[in-house]
């Protein structure tokens, strides 16, 4: 066979397995080839990581429930009569007030704080935040022990309480109190009312889908009259 014979022969090219995706359609221009492919990856990845995205487990680990010394124990009358003398109500608002507490099942054996056992009462931001401490402080510890865990070991906390918002918050009080780590994520809610302790563990989980392996500490508080009469607290991780 001689050169010129050679180069009037066709070009073959090595035959290769077809891949139909990646074939490119002689009816199709190149652009729209190129944007399906284009498409069809982004599509793969989006599904990837919507995979990896999936909610982990969050698990309660223990909790604890504040309760106040008997010297702070105080009857229906006692408080009613304590009531009147306030002088802050006429005489339709205290029987209204007499009925919230027969029918919110208040007791003759209800926790009351330092501040409505003075006749007449003297309710004051300093006695908030005194009360405020004394529970978390002591519900705090004793979660922390009944968990086995150290105030270091938490990454994450969450305070909620309905209506008192002092300024450092309670979130901060807690954290310099037990000295928690300086990187702790921490969170103060209030002025929500009682649905911000079911918003306290939403937000508590949704750290928890951010924050790997972490523990988070949610301190749900409940305040009127400028006190805190129960407090409940709640380990995750």
Same mark, same amino acid.
């Given at each position: 066979?001689?050169?010129h ?16 995706s ?12 190129l ?20 909610a ?20 229906r ?33 209800? *926790?009351?704080?330092?501040?409505m056992?003075? %006749?007449?009462?003297?309710? +004051?931001? #300093? /006695? =908030? $935040? &005194? ?30 309480c ?24 921490? *969170? ?6 009682? %649905?911000?302790?079911v918003? +306290?563990? #939403? /937000? =508590? $989980? &949704? ?18 009259f400028?006190?805190?009469?129960l407090?409940g ?5």
């Open positions: 066979m001689d050169c014979s050679l180069t009037r022969a066709p070009l073959h090219l090595l035959d290769l397995p077809s891949f139909p990646l074939r490119f359609s002689p009816s199709l221009p190149l652009q729209l080839e944007a399906t492919a284009l498409a069809a990856v982004l599509l793969l990845l989006a599904v990837a990581f919507s995979l990896r995205r999936k982990r487990p969050v698990y309660l680990v223990d909790f604890n429930v504040f309760r106040a010394p008997d010297r702070m124990k105080m009857s009358e006692a408080f009613m009569g304590r009531s009147r003398k306030a002088g802050a109500f006429d005489a339709k608002a205290l029987v209204f007030q007499d009925k919230m507490v027969m029918k919110g099942g208040l007791g003759d054996h209800t *926790y009351l704080p330092d501040a056992h003075a %006749s007449p009462p003297v309710p +004051s931001m #300093a /006695l =908030a $935040r &005194e009360e405020a401490e004394i529970v978390m402080f002591t519900a705090v510890r004793d979660a922390l022990a009944a968990a086995n865990l150290r105030a270091t070991d938490v990454d994450c906390v969450v305070v909620n309905s209506l008192f918002n002092p300024t450092p918050s309670l979130a901060a009080m807690l954290v310099n109190h037990f000295k928690m780590r300086s990187d702790v994520v921490s *969170y103060s809610l209030s002025g929500m009312g009682c %649905s911000a302790g918003i +306290s563990i #939403a /937000l =508590a $989980r &949704e750290l928890l889908q951010t924050y790997k392996n972490s523990t988070c500490l949610v301190v749900s508080t409940v305040r009127s400028f006190f805190l009469p407090s607290f709640f380990f995750f991780f």
